[in-house]
């Protein structure tokens, strides 16, 4: 019989994709298909060979590290790089995380908190924190930022699509209408317009801002090869001034692994900052990574999702910086590009 067809029938047409995508994972088992094995004990053979490959790789990374970094509290931190544990000791970014009321006094750390205050501290440094600058989100949900920038500089439209779809909890549908209900602290509410719009397709006129940002969401924008990520990139240069600034967080795997939204050490270059005409990076990537953050790693589908639900003393010994989906290893990172003027 058929491999495929022999999986359909003991599984199901309904979970083939995902059967057929186990199977390119470790292609070893497919003796075990062969074999009539019950297919759950085939999925824990997967659970355990996935583990076992992620940790080999975090044990043979540690191997190759050398001069792990002494941690300047006062340094500048690289604008374009991973996230790591140690960031979260440097005064710069203390700052921004206490300015959007991220800095945990109880000591919890979580990426996100990390995306946002990168992304406060690039806009800081390059000019564009002021009164003469309007800037547009992409893809925000009821994050922090729009609100804290609305304090901050002349105007900031807010978009996503806010549809009852499969992100209603991040970017609820009352959210355009009522953004005071969900923020966290007070804003200029005439500084701040929230919009229901495609992050492919923005409907603003080109060069109209001096900010464009997303974080953690471009990823999620479908296409081959990331090229709803690229369009959306691509309608953040359009409507960018000269000189303005992107800054976007995504998912970035350090392991290598193929993902049709994370992005790797390859797809970050071939399918998306190679693809963009102007916008330039402001310093080159540092892909460091570092022993305290490979420790850090949590499992994606059972900690991260559930994140609420852990009490304190978890979140507090767990750091919420790196995680492994199945056999993925994933962190953020943050890239942020200028425009340059016309000549």
């Known amino acids: 019989m058929n491999l495929l067809l022999k999986i359909a029938v003991s599984t199901g047409i309904g979970s083939l994709r995902r059967k057929i995508n186990t199977i390119r994972r470790h292609p070893s088992i497919i003796r075990d298909v062969f074999g009539a094995r019950n297919w759950q004990k085939i999925e824990d053979k997967m659970r355990s060979l996935d583990e076992k490959e992620v940790f080999e790789f975090i044990a043979n990374t540690k ?13 500048k931190l690289n604008l374009n790089k991973l996230c790591l544990v140690e960031d979260f000791q440097n005064n710069e970014l ?6 959007i009321q991220k800095l ?16 406060i501290t690039a806009m800081r440094r390059l000019g564009k924190l002021n009164q003469r ?14 609100f804290y920038l609305a304090n901050k500089i002349s105007h900031v439209y807010a978009t996503d699509l806010y549809n009852a779809g499969n992100w209603k909890a991040a970017a609820p549908t009352d959210f355009p209408e009522n953004p005071k209900k969900y923020a966290s602290f007070p804003y200029r509410e005439d500084a701040l317009t929230v919009m229901r719009m495609d992050g492919r397709r923005l409907e603003f006129p080109s060069e109209t801002f001096d900010i464009a940002f997303s974080f953690s969401s471009i990823e999620h924008f479908g296409g081959k090869n990331h090229s709803g990520a690229l369009k959306s990139v691509r309608e953040m240069e359009r409507v960018l001034k000269p000189r303005g600034i992107a800054v976007i967080a995504t998912e970035y ?40 953050t490979l420790d ?3 499992d994606f589908f059972t900690i991260d999702v559930n994140w609420d639900k852990f009490d304190d003393d978890f979140k ?26 016309k000549l």
């Not at 203390?94 to 300015?99: F, R």
């Not at 945990?104 to 992304?119: C, F, N, S, T, Y």
């Not at 800037?135 to 930022?145: D, H, K, L, M």
Request: charged residues 25%; aromatic residues 8%; glycine residues 4%.
């Open 296 to 298: 850090t790693i949590l």
């Open 63 to 75: 191997k190759n590290l050398t001069n792990q970094p002494f941690v300047d509290t006062n340094a």
């Open 133 to 146: 600058c309007l800037a547009i989100g992409i893809g925000c949900g009821t994050e922090v930022i729009p």
């Open 316 to 341: 507090r010994q767990n750091p919420l910086i790196l995680l492994r989906a199945r056999n993925i290893l994933f962190t953020s990172i943050m890239l942020v590009f200028s425009k340059p003027e």
């Open 253 to 292: 795997i350090i392991n290598n692994k193929k993902h049709y939204e994370f992005f790797n050490r390859r797809t970050i270059f071939s399918d998306l900052i190679n693809k963009i005409e102007s916008l330039r990076l402001v310093e080159p990537i540092n892909f460091r990574i570092t022993e305290r």
């Open 104 to 119: 945990d006094p109880k000591g919890l750390i979580h990426r996100k908190d990390w995306e946002w205050a990168m992304g």
């Open 94 to 99: 203390l700052q921004a995380l206490l300015e």
